[in-house]
């Protein structure tokens, strides 16, 4: 694999800092409010605070408060859902580490639902066993939650925030982590720390159909693998049983979260029979990928392109106040809720491999740390249980802070310039080609690495994505862009190989020869 993205003979300002953590989703954001503030910390993101797959999340964070649940069964329902793949050690760490996070939160003034006699709000979703997620704005979790604690951020002196900044790549030396290059207006930078934490989130665009936003393509899993560090996993992808069909390609999908199923809405196929009836003990809320291979089932036995959520069995009043942001998104688009179905399908959604951590969210890198959905804790196995994501993000983000701030490396104090010396390419590749290959492996991976695998179909695509690779590996990058694309390749070549390697079907790989 090629080292680095960019080619640089010389020199680079350099900026030193205790701590970098790139991300602004919800793992960055509360890692970084969980730094000593006697660090110095550089935030990296992309975007903006509004646009990660924190940010989208609507369902909730699902966590042990109330009095009819416990520790045992969040655990249980984690594994099964899992199927087999989950390690039991991680899985216990985050459940019970997860009411003490939500009650942090709360300190914080994220406005989590109550009900009339002031206790939380308590949802349901696919593959728990009773109520136990908790929600703020009805269906605006993420949004709630990023933006309270992006205020918080934001007014805190020891975080500095890069917005607009792309991590190109991962500087290593004999003793680990120490900082990053990322490209900021036209120039480079080399930001230089000893503790390096990535939540930089999923990979769903390169998919064709996903609920996540254009920035998810996977650079820190990409830039990290480079760097050296153990990536795994990678074909346990999650697809969401149920995102709102429109008219026209989109590039993020809208989700229709599975709480309105937990509210009681039920699946229907276009004879309006409710095909999960007896398919599973749960019915409409088995685990994700047991109900999207019913969904797609069904699609082929009907013809049809879609099927339909029933939440007939909910007033009006109450789904525009429990869910008020998919109200609104369906009533715009012309339905009258709730008297008539929501036309949903499978899409891309989460993503369960990654960056191999440990409970502390290290890497095999020293200073090296991931947390959040490109990080590979162990705790989602094969497939994830809904809302086990965002309470990801809250426990092993605190845990990675706190390791840092137990270890307390001290600042690089080593002059204004850092001097690299990487490949040297000189032929550049043009923007049509780069949209071309992008556009292609999106397709690749839409087909091929899809809910349902075919073997021969898995092959070709990979020896398509290693011509790609080839084609790319000499070449000079040196925009945003030709980074992306080169990135994405690295991805779905990941994915590709492990969807090979793993030959029985487990969870959401599922091969049908
Ligand atoms: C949902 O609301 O259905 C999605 C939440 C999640 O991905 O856990």
Redesign the pocket.
Known sequence: MRRFLFSVNGQLDAYDYDVIIVGTGIAGLYSALNIDDRLQVAVITKANIDESNSYY???GIAAVMSKDDNFAGHIEDTLRAGAGLCKPEAVKVLVEEGPENIRELIKMNVPFDINEDGDLQITR?GGHHMRRIVHCGGDATGRETTAQLGNIALTRENLHFFFGSYLVDIVTDEKGAAGVVIHIGDDYQFIRARNIILATGGIGQVYDYTTNPLGSIGDGIAAAARAGAIVKDMELVQF?PTTLISDGKQQRLF?I???VRGEGAILRNNRGEAFMKGKHELADLAPRDIVTRFIIEELKKTGDNKVYLDAGSMSREFFSERFPTIFAECEKRGLHLTDDYIPVRPAQ??LMGGIVTDTDGRTNIPGLYACGECAETGIHGANRL??N?LLECLVFGRRAARDINAAMKTQFIAGKEFSISTEMFCETVPVEELNSIEREMKHIMTSAAGPVRHTAEMAAAMERLDGIYAGLKDKKLDTPYAFKVFNMNAVCRMIMSGAIARKESVGSHYVVD
């Open positions: 999340a609507q369902g979703e969401h989700l979260s599975e709480a959604h989460y809904a809302s994501s």
